[in-house]
């Protein structure tokens, strides 16, 4: 069992940044891969960053690509997700989740609440 927690959302204006954390409880927490998605209103929850659970692979959207970076360490249970250059269209609510190295939902075992980004124009 892995709970999951999310934290560093906020309001920022386009061009900013904010760095996401997700703490995970459960010692299982190093065998999983960690992904990142974000679900903006009226839409479906999308794929943004996944890390393996090494932390030696990632993969990105392309929506994120260059401007986003995801980094875990293990030794303290916690994945994060550096954002810059944020854009308006970046607004939604970001989740954390463990499973497998996916991009899909369905892959992926444990989910957090959920952290409000919005970013102003």
């Known amino acids: 069992q892995v709970q999951l927690v999310e934290s560093g959302g906020g309001l920022v204006q386009a061009g900013g940044s904010l760095r996401l954390s997700c703490a995970a409880s459960?010692?299982?927490?190093?065998?999983?891969?960690m992904g990142w998605f974000r679900q903006a209103p009226g839409k479906e929850r999308e794929f943004v960053a996944v890390?393996?659970?090494?932390?030696?692979?990632?993969y990105y959207a392309d929506s994120v690509k260059g401007r986003f970076t995801i980094s875990r360490d293990n030794a303290k249970n916690t994945v994060f997700l550096q954002m810059n250059s944020l854009k308006p269209e970046d607004t939604a609510v970001y989740y954390c989740a463990a499973g497998g190295f996916a991009v899909v939902t369905t892959h992926y075992d444990y989910w957090g609440q959920g952290t409000q980004v919005t970013v102003s124009s």
């Open positions: 890390i393996s659970w090494s932390g030696s692979s990632t």
């Open positions: 459960g010692r299982t927490f190093s065998s999983y891969a």
